[in-house]
């Protein structure tokens, strides 16, 4: 029973923080490089960079999104091969 509840704790810390990544991380990026990347360093107006900024938030949404099924997978299967043990 205890082991039960340690792996639905580790599974719901590990939802959570997948959670709060996929809230902040795409927002912050848009942000940071429609302001400094495509603005400031590489000079596009207004309408361009929001464009790119958008790319890249998109682009970070898979990525997080992709992180995600790979810990999930390999975690559902580390606690399939420990059940399948004992």
Do not use: C
Not at 51 to 70: P, S
């Amino acid at each position: 029973y205890f082991r039960n509840e340690g792996s639905l704790t580790s599974t719901l810390r590990t939802l959570l923080f997948f959670t709060v990544l996929m809230i902040t991380l795409p927002v912050g990026l848009y942000f940071s490089s429609k302001a400094y990347i495509f603005e400031g360093s590489l000079g596009m107006s207004d309408r361009d960079s929001y464009f790119y900024a958008a790319i890249v938030a998109v682009v970070t949404v898979h990525v997080v999104l992709a992180l995600f099924v790979y810990v999930a997978w390999n975690e559902g299967s580390r606690q399939w091969r420990e059940g399948k043990q004992d």
